[in-house]
């Protein structure tokens, strides 16, 4: 993979706002960097509350599908809700369920089966809901693709509300898209082109949290509720989760969600979210977007991959303390197990992308024997080794091909695909991420058709490491690394800042950890005074080839993040290397 290391150079007088703030020119800097660049959103970046996230009725058909829910609610209607097998989708239709139930109406959930059933609405889910005697279908983090089960909904009798954040359908001619809207009861959705929520980069989850949280406000069933606002705030919480572990930009209210959300988390009451944060062992006080991101996410989206999504549904639905920590040691096992199985699958598809592949600008590589569940996780190993867009098949039950792609910046995935869509029986996704079906023996035609249309430059094919500062590593104080902290939550759209270095001069090197799995440097630096000081450093990854790197010389060049670590009740500054030459 080719990278470029890119010095961020917008520009703004960082010593005015920093005055203005009371924060540090350098964090004047990163915050320009992240583009706020007037008072109004340099404030909003650093002080926003709960109070600056959109108003729910700027949602098209959220007036419309209030009223039906509340109707049902009222004429004692039996509610069905489809969510998905993610993250999203499970924590959508927690909301959702709990929220319907506590203004007095009856509601389920149906999770599909990623493996029996395949993503979203379909056939048998609907004909099930017509026998059960369901009257109204909500789908959560999924149904705007959905419109052909939706008429056939219709049809059966039942009303349809669609709740989802997907790409809207549409097909191109003459360089004009037209766009299919489902024809249900209502259908709230920030991508639809006729929607005027400012913010469109919400998850699914989120869209149902403003669903229940309109209807906390408008309707007269909602009057009743006594603990209304700590229900919102458990809601929020799951939300904000959820938009970490869908990975959504942490930027416009996004952001403020995950910041109060966290502080939510920290101190939640839900037994099942308790018990899976004792299960994988992090420090509730010190709970990040990181430990969501990686750590808790994981065990969620586990469940959904190997087994079914009902059981991480029901872990946040348990009440009881023990049954709660039995279900989530089942999830943190069904993750090991996970990263088992993706860590042989990706190392196959490495293989066979630096091998026959190895010309190809996107990478479309077929692994039949690839648990079709792990088809995305594998396809995002590839991208981040390759800095390509990479889709990876793999055979379903019945024979036919599925596949999931991520994707870089520079090339909408979902827009590529819609280019050759005759080859799918199903797809959907966004610009950086998408699911297809297709059938048997069609792997070649869509790797050959996807390169021989793609445009993809050299330049583009190269990962931009971005630099917000470059700054000698001996400036790194403590009193930085603490005002740095008022950037979190860090994530997409927000990453923890990046600096470097030239030329720092190394005073030792040593491999440390299971299996040298953690590189320990100590480099040496002056402050800003002048004065020298040894400031130590980590790095994580081929630990075995860097260590040959930085053994065999003086001085090296560095991009690095800055953190604290403590230890023994000692807290100093320490460094992660993230790049070098």
Known sequence: ???????????????????????????????????????????????????????????????????????????????????????????????????????????DVILPERIKDGYGLNNNIIKQAYEDG??????????????????????????????????????????????????????????????????????????????????????????????????KDEFLSFAAF?????????????????KYGLELLRNTRNVGMNALIDATRINRNALSAYHIGFILGPCVNATGRLETADEALELFEEEDPERAAALAADLVRLNEERKRMTTAFAKQAVELAEGEYADDKVLVVYLPDCHESLAGIVAGRLREHFYKPSIVLT??????????????????????????????????GHKMAAGLSMPAGTADELRMRLNGSCTLTEEDLTEKMQIDIPLPVGYVDLDLVRQLSRLEPYGVANPKPLFAQKDVPIRSARLMGRDNNVLKLSLAGCDASGREKAVDAVYFGDTEKAYDFFGNRDSASILYQAGINEYNGNVSVQLTIKDYM
């Open 395 to 428: 055979d379903d039950a019945q024979g036919n091909i599925k596949g999931s792609g991520r994707s870089i910046e520079s090339y909408p995935m979902y827009d590529e695909l819609c280019k050759v869509s005759d080859l799918f029986t199903k797809f959907g």
């Open 242 to 258: 959820a938009t970490v572990g869908d990975l959504m930009e942490l930027r416009d209210e996004n952001r403020i969600a995950v």
């Open 1 to 107: 993979m080719k990278k470029k290391w890119v010095v961020l150079a917008k520009g703004a007088d960082f010593n005015k706002i920093a005055a203005k703030f009371n924060i540090s020119p350098y964090l004047a800097r990163i915050i320009r960097n992240r583009d706020r660049i007037t008072d109004e959103q340099i404030d909003e970046f650093l002080n926003a509350g709960i109070d600056k996230m959109h108003d729910a009725a700027l949602l098209r058909d959220m007036e419309s599908a209030c009223a039906i829910i509340e109707d049902a609610v009222e004429a004692g209607a039996a509610m069905r809700i489809v969510g998905d097998y993610d993250i999203d989708g499970v924590c959508a239709s927690y909301i959702l369920k709990q929220g319907i139930e506590s203004l007095g109406g009856t509601a």
């Open 134 to 231: 369901i009257e109204l279908l909500i789908t959560c983090d999924n149904g705007i693709a959905a419109s052909d089960e939706i008429e056939t909904a219709l049809s059966y009798g039942m009303s349809v509300i669609v709740t989802d954040h997907h790409e809207v359908p549409y097909t191109e001619e003459n360089g004009i898209r037209n766009y299919r809207i489902p024809c249900a009861d209502a259908v709230i959705d920030p991508k639809r082109e006729d929607c005027t929520y400012p913010f469109d980069g919400i998850c699914g989850a989120m869209v149902a949290y403003k669903l229940i949280s309109y209807l906390y406000e408008h309707s007269d069933i909602a009057k009743a509720i006594e603990n209304k606002q700590e229900l």
